[in-house]
């Protein structure tokens, strides 16, 4: 099964802060994009051929174009390295369709909006959102220092001005306290949004969570983190297909993707961490061991969606809606 991609042109590329490039491209077939949900991201082929995904960070109903920023990695295995070396203005991309897994909750009566560093791309196409519909908001950013703030002027001019606060220089130990105080005066049905490097949103909502339920508070991984795996997940199991009843068996050596494919059943993938949701699948029956770092904790409690690049099986047989 292949996702949907567009080649895409490269109209604009903007330094917007050290090692932070952002990137403004169209359909080489001059369509207008669709419309995309607050939060989204996408796959991003960059030249040398590798993945990566991406947050847009434009206008969300803005059609003609769309706007992702890449912060360009030290460790780089070649996407975001490429994106910044071999991609100029005029070069040619090809792009997936936007996917969400950090939806703004509407209905909320306040949002905050906590990111820090390369974390404040989904917050921003939220914040265009939040201004459009005239919810109230606060977009916390937080970053070593100006040089290291991404979208900086745009975040000092209407209609973003009023609703920003910048957080420069806080160190690691005085995070919690500055948290604190800005999740201090949340509103009792408020929701917050975090985005930024994976010790950054575990504080975050830790703190929140001290204020609010956990359900009203939301976060987007874009890195695998190692996590403790449980002995409760089994070496060996079985995955059957809902509609034909076919099975096939997962071994300790082999992910539930890469089974299915050897019955002939492709999934499709594209991070293979767990962290972009592309390889989600409706779980039938059984009951999965989640290992992926993108479903909600709703998701996780009801067991009705699995990543089957990482995740695996605490039940001897796993039923797929497949
Ligand atoms: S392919 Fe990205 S979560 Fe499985």
Redesign the pocket.
Known sequence: MQAQTFKVRVDALCEEAHGVRSFSVSRLDGMPFDVYEPGAHIDVTSPSGVTRQYSLCGDPARRESHLFAVKKEAQSRGGSRSLHDEVRVGSELSIGAPRNLFRLEESASEHILIGAGIGITPLLSMAYRLVAIGAPFTLHYFARNETHAAFLPLLARAPFDKHVKLHFGVEREGLPDELDASLRDADKGAHVYTCGPAPFMDVVVETAQKRLPADAIHLERFKAEPQAQTDSSLDTFDVQLASSGKTVRVDASTSIVDALASIGIEVD????????????VDVVSGEPEHR?H?LSKAERASNSVI????SRSRSPVLVLDL
């Open positions: 993938t594209s991070c293979g961490e767990g962290v972009c949701g592309t390889c989600m992926d993108c990543c089957c690049c990482v």
